[in-house]
């Protein structure tokens, strides 16, 4: 047991400095001074106006803009136009032909005014209902009978 020494002192529960965050540049200018290690970290958004967007937010605004899907494609006005002349032809109200096809008559209105995403479905009730072509091409054209084999 040669080698200790009886003089020397442990210090138990001894705690090393934590880091302090100074809130006024005369405690920064104090560390300083005393030699400390000062690691000073600017915040990204402190202060200012957050309902404010920065050139930045602007940016990526537009970016993520320019990135959207493209909206659903609408009823082609021709489609439209078809459903209404045939359903006038068979002199059907906008009602009648909701009946006959279970439909809403606001889903009739917008196939006819052009606004509504085209269903095959539906377009295939109209076809049946009305004996008019509705999809592809030659729309408008009279439905034949079915084929013979």
Same mark, same amino acid.
């Given at each position: 047991?040669?080698?200790?020494?009886?003089?020397?002192?442990?210090?138990?529960?001894?705690?090393?400095?934590?880091?302090?965050?100074?809130?006024?540049?005369?405690?920064?200018?104090?560390?300083?001074?005393?030699?400390?290690?000062?690691?000073?970290?600017?915040?990204?958004?402190?202060?200012?106006?957050?309902?404010?967007?920065?050139?930045?937010?602007?940016?990526?605004?537009? /970016?993520?803009?320019?990135?959207?899907?493209? =909206?659903?494609?609408?009823?082609?006005?021709?489609? #439209? *136009? +078809? !459903?209404?002349?045939?359903?006038?032809?068979?002199?059907?109200?906008?009602?009648? /032909?909701?009946?006959?096809?279970?439909?809403? =008559?606001?889903?009739?209105?917008?196939?006819?005014? #052009? *606004? +509504? !995403?085209?269903?095959?479905?539906?377009?295939?009730?109209?076809?049946?209902?009305?004996?008019?072509?509705?999809?592809?091409?030659?729309?408008?054209?009279?439905?034949?009978?079915?084929?013979?084999?």
């Amino acid at each position: 047991m040669s080698g200790l020494d009886w003089d020397s002192k442990t210090v138990i529960g001894f705690r090393a400095k934590a880091p302090k965050v100074t809130k006024g540049p005369s405690d920064l200018n104090a560390a300083r001074r005393t030699g400390a290690v000062v690691a000073t970290d600017k915040k990204v958004t402190a202060g200012g106006n957050k309902a404010h967007a920065g050139p930045d937010h602007q940016r990526i605004a537009k /970016l993520d803009r320019e990135n959207e899907v493209a =909206p659903p494609p609408k009823v082609n006005p021709s489609v #439209g *136009k +078809a !459903i209404q002349t045939a359903r006038m032809d068979k002199q059907f109200t906008q009602k009648d /032909l909701a009946q006959k096809t279970n439909e809403k =008559p606001s889903v009739i209105q917008d196939y006819e005014s #052009g *606004k +509504a !995403i085209p269903n095959p479905q539906i377009l295939s009730k109209f076809e049946r209902v009305l004996g008019v072509k509705l999809r592809g091409a030659e729309i408008g054209k009279k439905l034949e009978g079915p084929k013979k084999s």
